[in-house]
Structures are given as C-alpha cells and as structure tokens.
Nanobody
Framework: VQLQASGGGLVQAGGSLRLSCRASGSTDSTYLMGWFRQAPGKQRESVLGITRNGAVRYHQDSVGGRFTISRDNAKNTVYLQMNSLKPEDTAVYYC????????????WGQGTQVTVSS
C-alpha cells in the first residue's frame, strides 16, 4: 500500500483546508486510516482515524468539533476537513494506514505542510 497526501497550504486563522490521502496498491487490506501531525519541535501526534466501515476514532481533543474525517472507499481516499483553523494547528500532516493483521498504523505517506497564520 502506498499513500499520497495532498491539500496542505497556507491559510489565515479561522480558515479551512481539506487534506486528501489517496491509497494505492492493496487497499482492501487497510482496515484503518488516519491523520497525524507534527509541529516544529514537537512529537508527532495522532489526530483522527477512520475504519473501513466509517467508524471514527478520535485521538486529539484539541481538534474536536473543528476537524472531521471521512473516507471514500471507492476512491481509496481519506479526507481531513479542517475548519476554524488556529495557528497552533500549524504542522506537517501525515496520513497513515493500518493493514489487516497490524495492531497499529504500519504504512505512512509523505507529509503535507499546513501553515496557519494569525
């Protein structure tokens, strides 16, 4: 499985962005996909995850109500809709997948930079 993330950019505080992560390869094996982020000087943190049947797993309280995750299995794509962005949301965002048999995310895409200006 390969993951390709896109959609990052520069946005003013209060604005919105939608990130996309397209999976290719043996996508049927990905039972869980999610988004992580890493801000400068900080550890990577999980944001949101979604199972193949659409169940959402919340990982990060600070984005509750502002970020939503969705998945289009027909397009092998997971989306992260980010609204009411704050400067503290600035980070490199990564998508990841957990394949069947894996107990954690085991496939990672390249990051996409999100910068929120105040």
């Amino acid at each position: 499985v390969q993951l390709q993330a896109s959609g990052g950019g520069l946005v003013q505080a209060g604005g919105s962005l939608r990130l996309s992560c397209r999976a290719s390869g043996s996508t049927d094996s990905t039972y869980l996909m999610g988004w992580f982020r890493q801000a400068p000087g900080k550890q990577r943190e999980s944001v949101l995850g979604i199972t193949r049947n659409g169940a959402v797993r919340y990982h990060q309280d600070s984005v509750g109500g502002r970020f939503t995750i969705s998945r289009d299995n027909a397009k092998n794509t997971v989306y992260l809709q980010m609204n009411s962005l704050k400067p503290e949301d600035t980070a490199v965002y990564y998508c990841a997948a957990a394949r069947a048999g894996a107990t954690e995310y085991d496939v990672w895409g390249q990051g996409t930079q999100v910068t929120v200006s105040s």
